[in-house]
T-cell receptor
Framework: EAAVTQSPRNKVTVTGGNVTLSCRQT?????MYWYRQDTGHGLRLIHY???????QIGDVPDGYKATRTTQEDFFLLLELASPSQTSLYFC?????????????FGKGTRLTVV | GQQVQQSPASLVLQEGENAELQCNFS?????MQWFYQRPGGSLVSLFY???GTKHSGRLTSTTVIKERRSSLHISSSQTTDSGTYLC????????????FGAGTRLKVIA
């Protein structure tokens, strides 16, 4: 089973603060994703990447940066956090290009911006 | 863009009843997954099912590509089945972006 580890699991920050959410996957998957989930909604894609140094824009990218430093590590950056970014954030990975492109998720990071 | 519609939005069952959850999509399909989201928020992958029928215990997933739909059948529901069920698909666009439906919130009462 692919392992996707997110940290921190919970974070509280102030409006205007800097936040970095970390994600590491240990199965050498090529694709990694950052999603946010808000009450009453499914998951919405923020950014994704198909390899180290690559970044693709998702469906709700405003206010977020991301960086894929290695095959294993994908970071989500909130440089001027706002209360509208209070959400549950999920990281995921997938081995695209293979017969099975199942997506594996981390346990989520609950971010509160006060 | 890709559209994923889940129905019903919410459902209440008496324990022992069956449920049929639907996921309809507007694009062609590369892959499809069903997830269960626990009340605490973590996601459990139930099925990776881009086509055909798969079974796991009391759960059955059926994806019919030509009809652009996937279903999740829960038989003999239990109170522990309560939670939110999400479908996600990667349309055959070459972007490999998984798009999620809004989910079905299931409550099973004893």
């Amino acid at each position: 089973e692919a392992a996707v580890t997110q940290s921190p699991r919970n974070k509280v920050t102030v409006t205007g603060g800097n936040v970095t959410l970390s994600c590491r996957q240990t199965n050498s998957h090529n694709y990694m994703y950052w999603y946010r989930q808000d009450t009453g909604h499914g998951l919405r894609l923020i950014h994704y990447s198909y390899g180290a140094g690559n970044l693709q824009i998702g469906d709700v990218p405003d206010g977020y940066k991301a960086t894929r430093t290695t095959q294993e590590d994908f970071f989500l950056l909130l440089e001027l956090a706002s209360p509208s970014q209070t959400s549950l954030y999920f990281c995921a990975s997938s081995d695209v290009g293979q017969a099975n492109t199942e997506v594996f998720f981390g346990k989520g990071t609950r971010l509160t911006v006060v | 863009g890709q559209q994923v519609q889940q129905s019903p939005a919410s459902l209440v069952l008496q324990e022992g009843e069956n449920a049929e959850l639907q996921c309809n999509f507007s694009t062609s399909l590369n892959s499809m997954q069903w997830f269960y989201q626990r009340p605490g928020g973590s996601l459990v992958s139930l099925f990776y099912n881009p086509s055909g029928t798969k079974h796991s215990g009391r759960l059955t997933s059926t994806t019919v590509i030509k009809e652009r739909r996937s279903s999740l059948h829960i038989s003999s529901s239990q109170t522990t089945d309560s939670g939110t069920y999400l479908c996600a698909l990667d349309g055959d666009t070459g972007n490999y972006k998984y798009v999620f439906g809004a989910g079905t919130r299931l409550k099973v009462i004893a």
